[in-house]
């Protein structure tokens, strides 16, 4: 089985978010970047399947040269192979343009991508890539068994799970419960020495148009000072009249 796992390369949740040029870019002076979480979870399910049954797991992700540690450390992982193709990750449907053309020309059997990134939480890759590649798609998956070119998903729905049961080639959008976050693994150094001769290759981009643009972009306000009160009559006046929850 071949499994190509796209990673987005996205700021660390702890870094400090700031934007230039009139708020329509991001700024990344002095910004931690990570393996996008919800991609971790699927390389995390990929490495299982290529241990337990011996799957190729590459990795592929759409951005510039200034990615590459971050599919590095998918190699240190365990991947195989990474693929970085050589164009801005714009919009939505430009990144699945590009995804798409990478797992036609690879013929991989499984896809796997989060079922949206932390950065501009599209939630929309996925499902794209599957319709290019005429692909069966399971979003919010937190859960996948293959047995030969059949699949059994799981998926995260409004109160519940639903099982699915699906055949190759297969795309899904993955999250956290595909695996558990105690199974992360951190690359270890046999694992960073093995990354650094591991095929690191770069594709250029198809023709793609960005579909959307950013306009801008605005933190959220901020919070209000802080109030103590000495009574439960105050709280309640409070709570009713300028919180206005009650």
């Known amino acids: 089985m071949k499994i190509l796992v796209c990673i987005s390369h996205v700021p ?33 399910r990929a490495m299982w399947f290529k241990e337990k049954q011996g799957a190729t797991v590459h990795v592929v992700n759409v951005g510039g ?18 693929i970085r193709v050589n164009t801005a990750a714009t919009d939505g449907f430009s990144v699945a343009k590009q995804l798409a053309n ?7 059997d499984l896809v796997i991508g989060g079922r949206e990134s932390i950065d501009y939480n ?28 059949k699949a059994t998903a799981i998926r995260e729905i409004d109160g519940g799970k639903e099982t699915l049961k699906t055949s190759l080639p297969l795309v899904i959008g993955g999250q956290k419960g595909l695996v ?18 591991k095929p690191l290759n770069v594709k250029e981009p198809v023709d ?16 209000g000072a802080v109030k103590l009160v000495d009574n439960v009559d105050e709280l309640v006046n409070l709570l009713h009249n300028e919180a206005k929850v009650i």
């Open 180 to 197: 558990e976050e105690s199974d992360l693994r951190i690359p270890n150094m046999r694992g960073i020495m093995q990354a650094r001769t």
């Open 12 to 44: 660390d949740t702890t870094s400090k978010i700031n934007f230039t040029d009139g708020d329509s870019k991001f700024d990344t002076n002095g910004v931690q970047f990570v393996i996008n979480p919800n991609d971790e979870f699927g390389l995390t």
């Open 122 to 149: 599209g939630g929309m890759v996925p499902g794209m890539v599957a319709k290019l590649i005429g692909a069966n798609f399971v979003n919010t998956c937190i859960s996948l068994e293959v047995e030969g070119d």
């Open 102 to 108: 990478v797992a036609k020309e690879g013929g991989y």
């Open 65 to 82: 040269a200034e990615t590459e540690p971050t599919l590095r450390k998918a190699l240190a992982i365990g991947a195989d192979e990474a």
């Open 208 to 223: 793609a148009n960005a579909e959307t643009n950013t306009v801008s972009f605005a933190k959220p306000a901020p919070k």
